[in-house]
């Protein structure tokens, strides 16, 4: 049972990653030719400050601070980065016998590097959010409490 249980984590840790590595793979490969209407996060900053009536300049704005942060992204994750944790997950995996601290200390690795994404959008979000005039800023946050800062 306990094994059962064990192979059934290896199988969603291995599943989430292939989704996120195809995922991190199609909006790097799109990257600059999709611009804000690629994948990924800055879809959701768009759909979060739509309904804002932004100005041009503040528009503008906001689209170099997105592709500022999009190139910085680049630089600290390229495919590299990615093939290596692929291949570090296919050795875990194909291995004859598990090797359970290997395996924590790249979950480990995986979740630092989340972190990192979830911290800089957040970074992101508040030098948008002080772009706004008070009266966005309000508006903003209305729309954030209603629908907690998913997608509707």
Known sequence: MKKSKLTQG???????????????????????????????MHQGMRHMFRNLDLTEEQQAQIKSLMKEQRQARSEQQDELERETHRS??????????????????LIAEQQQHHEEGMLNFMKLQQQVYQLLTP?????????F????????
């Open 145 to 152: 409490a209603e629908h907690g800062g998913r997608k509707r």
């Open 88 to 105: 570090k997950m296919l050795a875990l995996v194909s291995a004859s016998k598990f090797d359970e601290n290997a395996a924590r200390a």
């Open 10 to 40: 290896l199988l969603g840790l291995l599943a989430t990653a292939m989704l996120l590595g195809g995922t991190v793979a199609v909006a790097h490969e799109h990257g600059e030719d999709r611009g804000e209407n690629g994948p990924g």
């Open 135 to 143: 009266e966005q800023q309000e508006k903003f946050r209305q729309q």
